[in-house]
Nanobody, 117 residues
Framework: QVQLVESGGGLVEPGGSLRLSCTVS???????????WAWFRQAPGKSREQVAR???????VYADSVKGRITISRDNAKMTLNLQLNNLKPEDTALYYC????????WGQGTQVTVSS
């Protein structure tokens, strides 16, 4: 069974940075490398939003709300995904998750990002 474990969240002041990680288990390294992955976030009272996607080629796609401030990356050997968040704003406060962009695996617990002064 595929498991997704997110980490790296925390409390940061506006303008700060965080680096989130997602460790994937329950599949082979080879298969991990064939999967397009994404990061999502869900703020209180709002629906889940996909903020970044990384294709098997390494190409990336970002939501307009975060473009220029975040970077998604993948390490196929370690079966991890990373999300570098820079110039954080209060509206970035949310629970952040990783998963496939469609046909989801079971969701992990997420990692909380809180941006506040």
């Amino acid at each position: 069974q595929v498991q997704l474990v997110e980490s790296g969240g925390g409390l940061v002041e506006p303008g700060g940075s965080l680096r989130l990680s997602c460790t994937v288990s329950g599949m082979s390294n080879a298969f991990f490398g064939t999967v397009t992955w994404a990061w999502f976030r869900q703020a209180p009272g709002k629906s889940r939003e996909q903020v970044a996607r990384i294709l098997t080629s390494g190409s990336t796609v970002y939501a307009d709300s975060v473009k220029g401030r975040i970077t998604i990356s993948r390490d196929n050997a370690k079966m991890t995904l990373n999300l570098q968040l820079n110039n954080l704003k209060p509206e970035d406060t949310a629970l952040y998750y990783c998963n496939r962009p469609v046909i989801y695996y079971d969701w992990g617990q997420g990692t909380q990002v809180t941006v506040s002064s």
